[in-house]
């Protein structure tokens, strides 16, 4: 971390954040994201606090700022925390039921960010949120505005250490917006997985698999009184919202 930097610069969960080596990088909103109040979130909800230097806290870290840059760098070769060169994610992805990772540009095309992590085999008239439907920023204005604090992360668990990393995470926030013509609800809304993240030995990622219930997810998010379209829209339209994340 650059030594350089002030406190309110530094962000001590994820890396390649600030400093002389993010100089050039293109960020979606024009400029590095604000962690601060997802930061609170965190140190306030956490249920383990890693020891400094530990495997725990190192892969937690990893996490962390891998999601930063996929959710908020533009440009493949700001990508950092990981080796480009074959490179896949894949989520639920199950082998023998045929379906594949995805590249950096296949998952892109999904939509990128929260809306690759929401596909779905459900027939839409039974998709709570429908991804087929969503851009990369209309998912990423539905989930921040009905999580303006922010959807903090935990790693709960590590099974396994490098080169194939297997953890147990937590993610969560307080339904303080609406989604998808839901009111909020003010209550906290959890979601368990599981992840693997192989990496080498610079400990870049090469590989990401992730195993979740999404229906965990959308079931706190499908709460709420029904809005309508019109209250709906003016809490999507707030600039304090759209730039949280």
């Not at 020891?51 to 190192?58: N, R, T």
């Not at 990981?82 to 490179?87: E, G, M, P, R």
């Not at 959890?190 to 693997?196: A, D, N, P, R």
């Amino acid at each position: 971390m650059d030594s350089s930097l002030t406190d309110q610069q530094q962000d001590k969960y994820r890396s390649y954040l600030h400093g002389e080596g993010e100089k050039n990088t293109n960020w979606k909103l024009g400029a590095p994201p604000n962690y601060d109040t997802v930061n609170k979130l965190f140190e306030e909800g956490r249920t383990k606090i890693w020891p400094p230097a530990s495997l725990e806290e190192k892969v937690q870290n990893l996490v962390k700022t891998w999601e930063m840059e996929m959710f908020n760098k533009i440009s493949f070769p700001d990508y950092k925390s990981v080796k480009l060169q074959n490179y896949t994610v894949s989520v639920n992805v199950i082998k023998f039921l045929g379906r594949k990772p995805l590249s950096l540009e296949e998952k892109r095309k999904l939509g990128g960010g929260y809306n690759s992590f929401m596909q779905t085999s459900l027939p839409e008239d039974l998709r709570g949120y429908n991804p087929a439907q969503e851009t990369e920023h209309s998912s990423h204005l539905a989930f921040t505005t009905a999580f303006p604090r922010g959807f903090a992360l935990e790693v709960i668990q590590v099974y396994s250490g490098p080169p194939s990393i297997v953890y147990k995470f937590r993610h969560w926030g307080y339904k303080e917006g609406p989604f998808k013509g839901h009111a909020p609800t003010g209550e906290l809304v959890q979601l368990y997985g599981i992840s693997i993240f192989e990496v080498d030995d610079e400990m870049k990622i090469l590989k990401v698999e992730f195993f979740f219930d999404r229906g965990e997810l959308l079931g706190g998010l499908m709460k709420g009184d029904k809005l309508t379209s019109g209250t709906d829209q003016a809490a999507l339209s707030c600039p304090f919202l759209r730039n949280t994340g």
